[in-house]
């Protein structure tokens, strides 16, 4: 079952194969026999290699193709993670360096390889290990990841409304992380015990120690950062923890050190209650300070990482597309990048840039609404109403834009989120609508309620201090 998945995890996420190599090393250490060894490794490999090549039988099956254009290699994800402008996380210049229309995965490959080699001859090996530093600072310094899952949205029938971790997402985060860093300690006292001591280890606690430490590596040391590349690291980082819990005399510690503490423990529960005040006073300005924030109504498809990259649209060819705005002071942007080609060859030489033709009514106001050459509306111009957005190919030749996605097969008429062209349910626009507004970080509640929260457990414990020989059993054997 573990091999099986594993082999799925590996179709999805190639880089997953940590975890497997990971299980590879634990099995040969601390298999029983080699019978044993031979015959788990033997269903690790032979599963991942029948699901692999099973895959691609399907996709075959399923008519899937394999398009170019669209291809990125490996290279570029390794060059992202060497900026040493960053602390080595996706930046939107340099994750697009290389992926203009018309490249191959050949080419781009070896254009990626010429910039890693430049970025490593500029460092010493004090920077490199300074940037690396950095990069798993970037991963592992908070326990909830905020750089991919704020700006969340939930959807209804022509609405989006804004997702649990958009609205609670920076209390979330602050709240979670002293839990985060004691997690993360107490992992580290078990395992630097163990080793001290030479204490044989678990075979299943050194699969989590191998996995977490495969996941650190692979994407510290190659790969580029996000904070929500550790969230692979979690479950086994918890699951050390709670041997940790078992193997810790956690009744006898607090005995022993509520000796010590029994005397002063109101002196440090003053001492400790001055430090949250002084917590709660010096960051209350994000309770205060407005940022600004757009509050998505529509948002079709992110354009590099769906569909086809480059829709050919015929001379004067228009196309329509309808959809509901319901609220007032919208934005629209309609990515307009398009351009015409002198062969069929799409070489990157002969393209030039024309941009479609862009006209916006609203229906139910009998409002046009301008839009500018790049497919931006003026700031808080659409109102709330049915609108049709039209595009035009104004020139007497085909034309290729990517503001609009080919999604080919794939039938997205069950959801209401996504509106397609008018008598083509392949072609989606990629468009967008939101609303801007200002607003604090964290609502002037939430953060009341964290620091009230962290009191009542400072006063839990202090009470645990002063009560412990009632609360807690002196002698072990009786628990």
């Not at 989006?160 to 860093?181: A, C, H, K, P, W």
């Not at 005397?263 to 600004?292: A, C, H, K, P, W």
């Not at 196309?319 to 990157?348: P, R």
């Not at 046009?368 to 931006?376: A, C, H, K, P, Y």
Request: charged share 15%; with cysteine; aromatic share 12%.
């Amino acid at each position: 079952m573990a091999a099986l998945d594993l082999a799925f995890t590996f179709i999805l996420r190639q880089n997953s194969v940590v975890i497997i190599i990971a299980l590879l090393i634990t099995i040969v250490l601390m298999g029983q026999t080699l019978r044993q060894k031979f015959v788990q490794i033997s269903i690790l490999i032979a599963t991942v290699i029948v699901v692999y090549f099973g895959s691609s039988v399907i996709q075959t099956a399923q008519r899937y193709e394999r398009n170019n254009q669209v291809v990125t290699p490996a290279t570029r994800y390794i060059n992202m993670g060497l900026n040493p402008n960053t602390s080595g996380q996706i930046d939107g210049n340099d994750a697009w360096l290389y992926e203009q229309p018309g490249r191959t995965p050949k080419e781009k490959n070896r254009l990626y390889l010429s910039s890693i080699k430049r970025r490593l001859l500029n460092y010493s090996v004090g920077s490199l290990s300074e940037h690396f530093l950095k990069k798993a600072t970037y991963m592992y310094g908070t326990g909830l990841t905020i750089q991919d899952f704020f700006y969340w949205y939930a959807g209804n029938k022509n609405n989006l409304e804004e997702s649990i971790l958009d609205r609670f997402g920076v209390t979330l985060v602050n709240g979670f992380q002293f839990f985060y860093i004691l997690l993360s300690v107490m992992t580290f006292v078990f395992l630097w015990r163990h080793l001290k001591n030479k204490r044989s280890i678990p075979p299943v606690v050194l699969f989590s120690v191998l996995g977490v430490l495969g996941v650190c590596a692979f994407q510290v040391g190659l790969w580029e950062v996000r904070d929500r590349y550790s969230l692979l690291a979690v479950p086994f980082t918890v699951f050390i923890f709670s041997y940790a819990l078992a193997e810790l005399d956690i009744v006898g510690w607090i005995s022993r050190f509520g000796s010590v503490l029994k005397q002063d423990v109101i002196r440090y529960f003053i001492i400790s209650t001055g430090l949250l005040v002084f917590g709660y006073l010096s960051n209350y300005s994000l309770t205060t300070q407005l940022v600004e924030k757009n509050n998505v109504s529509i948002h079709q498809p992110y354009v590099a990482y769906a569909g086809q990259s480059d829709v050919k649209i015929k001379a004067h060819d228009k196309l329509k597309i309808t959809f509901d705005v319901e609220t007032t002071g919208n934005t629209g942007i309609f990515y307009n990048s398009a351009y015409s080609i002198s062969s069929d060859s799409k070489s990157q030489q002969v393209k030039k840039y024309l941009p479609l033709q862009i006209s916006l009514m609203n229906t139910t106001l009998h409002k046009s609404i301008e839009v500018d050459s790049n497919g931006n509306t003026k700031a808080n111009t659409m109102q709330k109403g049915k609108y049709v957005l039209t595009l035009t190919n104004p020139t007497n030749q085909a034309i290729y834009t990517q503001g609009i996605i080919d999604i080919g097969k794939a039938d997205f008429s069950f959801n209401s989120l996504y509106r397609s062209i008018s008598g083509h349910p392949e072609l989606m626009p990629v468009m967008t609508v939101a609303r801007s507004s200002q607003n604090t970080l964290v609502s002037k509640k939430q953060y009341n309620a964290m620091f009230t929260l962290l009191f009542v457990i400072l006063c839990i414990i202090t009470y645990m201090f002063r009560k412990k020989d009632k609360i807690l059993p002196l002698n072990k054997s009786k628990i």
